[in-house]
Structure formats: C-alpha cells, structure tokens
C-alpha cells in the first residue's frame, strides 16, 4: 500500500522567506504526483500536478519538483506571503489504483 | 461550468437515520470519487466510479452504498449513520489521469 508522507506537519515563517514542503513516498511505480491547497474550512485547489515522466513544474512563485527513483517531491514557495497561510497536501496517483493516496498536510503559518 | 457541486453544506444526523449527500458534475469526466478528511487521518477513499453503471470500493467503504446512473451525478448513501462516520466528505471527479477537481465538502456531524 502507497505511504505518503510530509514533513514537517507545521510550519511558520516571516514573510518573505523562501521554503520548502517535503513529501516522500513508498512505492515508486506512480502515475502522477499533486500538490494541493486547503485553507480551513474550504474544500481542495490544485496547485501543481507533476506526471510520473517530468522533473518538475511551475507556477508562479511555486515550483514542486519530483525525484521518482528516490520518492520524493519537494514543493518550493518563493517570497512567501501572509495569503499562503494554509495546509498543503501532497497526493500520488499510483500505477495500480485508481484513488490519490494523500499525505497528511503540512500547515503554513506566513507571519507578516 | 460550476465544476463540482456538493449538497448539503452541513448536515447533523441522529445515530441510526440514514442520508444521502450529493456530488454533481459539469465537466464530463468519467471517473468520480468520494473521500472523507479526518484529523489526523488525512483524505481516505471510500468508493470511486469510473463511468456510469460502474463503482467500485476505496479504502473505507463500510457503512456507504454509491451508484452511478448517469455521468453527472454520484450519490453517497449513509443506510445508518453511526458516530464515527462524523467527517468532512469531498466529491472528486478525475479525467484522463490528469488534475483532481474536489468539491467544496459536506460537513457530516452523527451524534
């Protein structure tokens, strides 16, 4: 069964600092790797979506990477903001199956 | 083009009744999902569907009945609620492999 998991749980920064979302995961046969944002109370936006055969993509001040050999993904927020207050999820779409095994988030605190 | 809908927002059942939450879809995709979000838990699959006439279980599918009778809709029935069915449930329709798109939830409280 696909283990998806993200560090850290919580995180809180100054505005303006650059960083880093990990999401690693336990088999590497995938079919694609999402990153999502959830702010309380609110459903599920998708951020970035990563095919099995790409290293990385963009958006904006994101870019999320994706290293399958490894099982790892690392989301990158640049120049964070107050508005990027909010968990992140990380969900892989595996060769076998037909649902997204997510993690369990990380929660983003941008202090201003 | 509404994406997904779900209905109702919020809902409070006694232990034992029975409910149905809706999730409709404008976008023709195929495949469609029901997942419920716990703390602590994360979003768990409960059953999926990847066309009509066609549903099949996820990870979590005791005590929830789906069926998929046409492209747009795919109802989730709770026969009899129980107090750990007390959740957040998000719709999820899925095309060609690609992008998820996720309702906005169905706040679920079974006392």
């Known amino acids: 069964k696909q283990e998806v998991t993200q560090i850290p749980a919580a995180l809180s920064v100054p505005e303006g600092e650059n960083l880093v979302l990990n999401c690693s995961f336990t088999d590497s046969a995938i079919y694609n790797l999402q990153w999502f944002r959830q702010d309380p109370g609110k459903g599920l936006t998708s951020l970035l979506l990563i095919q099995s055969s790409q290293r990385e993509q963009t958006s904006g001040r994101l870019n999320a990477s994706l290293d399958k050999s490894s099982g790892r993904s690392t989301l990158y927020i640049a120049a964070s903001q107050p508005g990027d207050s909010a968990t992140y999820l990380c969900a892989v779409f595996s060769n076998s199956g037909y649902a997204l095994n997510f993690g369990k988030g990380t929660s983003l605190l941008v202090t201003p | 083009n509404a994406g997904v809908t779900q209905t109702p927002k919020f809902q409070v059942l006694k232990t034992g009744q029975s409910m149905t939450l809706q999730c409709a879809q404008d976008?023709?995709?195929?495949?469609m999902s029901w997942y419920r979000q716990d703390p602590g838990m994360g979003l768990r699959l409960i059953h999926y569907s990847v066309g009509a006439g066609i549903t099949d279980q996820g990870e979590v599918p005791n005590g929830y009945n789906v069926s998929r009778s046409t492209t747009e809709d795919f109802p989730l029935r709770l026969l009899s609620a129980a107090p750990s069915q007390t959740s957040v449930y998000f719709c999820?329709?899925?095309?060609?492999?690609?992008?998820?798109?996720f309702g906005p939830g169905t706040r679920l409280l079974v006392l």
């Open positions: 999820a329709t899925l095309t060609g492999g690609e992008t998820q798109y």
């Open positions: 976008m023709n995709h195929e495949y």
